[in-house]
């Protein structure tokens, strides 16, 4: 085999020019095509290349081995950062055990080569394996960590918790859970406008006007949230997609698993983040920090993306693009980890509590030795709650940037655990992303990061709004409500007759005015049909304008919160209103005001 180099391309390796010519004679020549996703592979996928070479040597009774990257194999090639990369590392592997050169990547080359015409002379491999072998092996285990400390196994336990039951056996035992006819929330999906787009890819939504109100009332309440913690917090927008010739956004990304969004461009690959975690640990890692800042935090409701099987799509809950208000803590050392984990931790319950449920705990933890690290914290936790929880430890040899993981499960309407909040213990991002902070003495060090989803992602959030709703409906018999200040349309004015229509128009300015949403159904309906459509619609207060109504200061009023018609003065409406919301964000209707300007949204 001889070669001599030629012309570079765009992706050349610098040269030395002792290596511009070469020349050996009884040498195995592996001409070698690396591909997509080849590098995400790893280790294991190198040493198998590596002893297919060395078998065939062997056989062929060759000493000398030469690489010769050779992108002619394959129409499916990995970026050159990336081949080079797994060139220098298979190299590596066949010198092991052999005289290895590697012929130069990225020059067009002359060659000439002198076959023997054996019948093991001409051979081809194509060299792959499965996405698990990446992955060290092992099982998960799953236990009960009693409020005593003790450990229970998951088949023996007994509790009537329902939710706890559904989510140790979902999780530990793999067995169906809930009903399997068709979710109720989906009724309020269709009636506010949630559907999925059909113009793009699977598990992606499209908000028509009320939802798209909801979903951003949803917004600036996760904000809101954040805002009360008491944190330093950094709020925060960036890009949705990321190179993976990054070594910390490809290392992260392979910890991440298989559920990765990609793309190529100017053949480069790209995977599009799953959280917010790239585009703030980025910005952070050139952030000058000190100790006396800390603890901080940067937050961003960030658009996320994530390739959930298409079957297994379901609206609000398992999308492939999604918006998770994602808040990252910087804290100095796990004494302010611990803190303020705990802190994160009330305020996830204190939030699912205000919307009138309640959690179960799912406990992941990255090892064994991680479990002992942190039992007497989680213990804590378990006891200030009164609860048991479900710990789920990885195998050995997992590798997860995290330590303590903990997922918090709601019971649905059809008797499913639903994972809602989340909080996280990060020990290795910091390292990964080069985060630094000065302490006292001007020294560097790597902070400990906790990530929280404290209300969940926007679309779970509102998940957990529909489920709700429809459990309360169906618990008390009475017409399911959302909270006041969640509803699309607080209020809507019903005028019986042509005269009516201006003091109906009058009250609704003013509630608009006074930072509610007010609608008013002018068209040409009986005032039957048009409470009934109200009802319908789960307005919060419906108004009839009637004779009485221009003469006195009473309205009539129907509260579907409380199910009741009530005589109420325009400033005791007001003062009910203000009360129910006191502590929400407001926005205006997304809508016209005269349901006669709004257009028919239903197909």
Request: proline share 3%; charged share 30%.
């Amino acid at each position: 085999m001889t070669y001599e180099i030629r012309s570079a391309t765009k992706a050349a390796e610098e040269l030395e020019d002792s290596a511009k010519r070469y020349s050996s004679d009884d040498i195995l020549v592996c001409f070698t095509s690396v591909e997509k996703d080849d590098f995400s592979k790893g280790d294991a996928l190198v040493r198998k290349a590596a002893e297919e070479v060395h078998s065939v040597a062997e056989a062929v009774g060759a000493d000398r081995i030469l690489i010769y990257p050779y992108a002619h194999l394959s129409s499916n090639l990995a970026s050159p950062k990336d081949a080079v990369r797994v060139l220098d590392a298979f190299h590596k592997a066949v010198s092991e055990e052999h005289r290895a050169d590697r012929a130069p990547f990225g020059w067009y080359k002359a060659f000439t080569i002198t076959c023997k015409g054996h019948p093991l002379s001409e051979l081809s491999r194509s060299v792959d394996i499965e996405k698990t072998e990446t992955r060290k092996k092992g099982e998960d285990r799953y236990f009960i960590l009693l409020r005593n400390g003790e450990r229970a196994r998951p088949e023996k336990y007994l509790t009537d918790n329902r939710c706890f039951m559904a989510m140790v056996r979902k999780e530990a035992l793999r067995e169906q859970v809930g009903s399997s006819s068709a979710p109720e929330y989906l009724k309020l999906c269709k009636k506010f406008g949630i559907e999925w787009e059909k113009m793009s890819d699977a598990g992606h939504e499209v908000y028509h006007p009320n939802a798209a109100l909801m979903f951003d009332l949803s917004m600036d309440y996760a904000r809101q949230v954040i805002s009360g913690l008491g944190l330093s917090v950094f709020s925060v927008k960036g890009t949705n997609m990321f190179s993976l010739d990054e070594p910390a956004v490809r290392e992260h990304a392979e910890l991440f698993g298989d559920r990765l969004y990609t793309l190529e461009s100017d053949s480069r690959q790209y995977v599009l983040r799953y959280a917010a975690c790239h585009q703030q640990f980025s910005m952070m890692s050139r952030w000058n920090i000190s100790y006396r800042q800390m603890p901080l935090a940067a937050f961003e409701i960030a658009d996320a993306y994530r390739y959930e099987q298409s079957g297994e799509t379901m609206l609000l809950f398992r999308l492939r693009r999604l918006n998770m208000p994602d808040l990252h803590v910087l804290c100095r050392d796990m004494t302010e980890a611990y803190e303020w984990f705990r802190k994160i931790h009330d305020r996830i319950y204190a939030e699912i509590e205000r919307i009138g449920t309640d959690y179960e705990m799912l406990v992941n933890v990255s090892s064994e030795k991680a479990f002992e690290e942190n039992r007497e914290f989680i213990l804590s936790l378990i006891k200030e709650k009164g609860k048991d929880c479900l710990v789920h430890i990885y195998p050995e040899g997992s590798n997860f940037y995290w330590t303590v993981n903990i997922e918090y499960h709601l019971l649905d309407q059809m008797g499913r655990a639903r994972e809602i909040g989340t909080v996280q213990i990060d020990t290795g991002n910091a390292k990964r992303f080069n985060i630094t902070y000065a302490d006292s003495e001007g020294r560097k060090n790597y902070p400990i990061i906790l990530h929280t989803a404290i209300v969940g992602t926007i679309e779970r959030f509102m998940y957990a709004m529909f489920d709700q709703a429809i459990r309360r409906a169906a618990e008390s018999g009475k017409p399911g409500y959302l909270p006041f200040w969640f509803t699309p349309e607080q209020f809507r004015l019903l005028p019986i007759s042509e005269k009516h229509s201006a003091r109906a128009a009058e009250i609704a300015k003013l509630l608009n005015s006074s930072g509610f949403r007010a609608g008013v159904d002018d068209r040409e309906l009986t005032i039957s049909k048009k409470v009934r459509e109200a009802k319908q619609d789960w307005v919060s207060f419906v108004i009839v304008v009637g004779d009485r109504e221009l003469s006195s200061d009473k309205l009539n009023v129907y509260d579907r919160e409380l199910d009741v018609n009530r005589d109420l003065t325009l400033p005791a409406l007001l003062s009910e209103a203000e009360r129910r919301s006191s502590e929400y964000p407001k926005r205006q209707l997304y809508l016209p005001v005269e349901l006669s300007r709004r257009v028919d949204f239903s197909t």
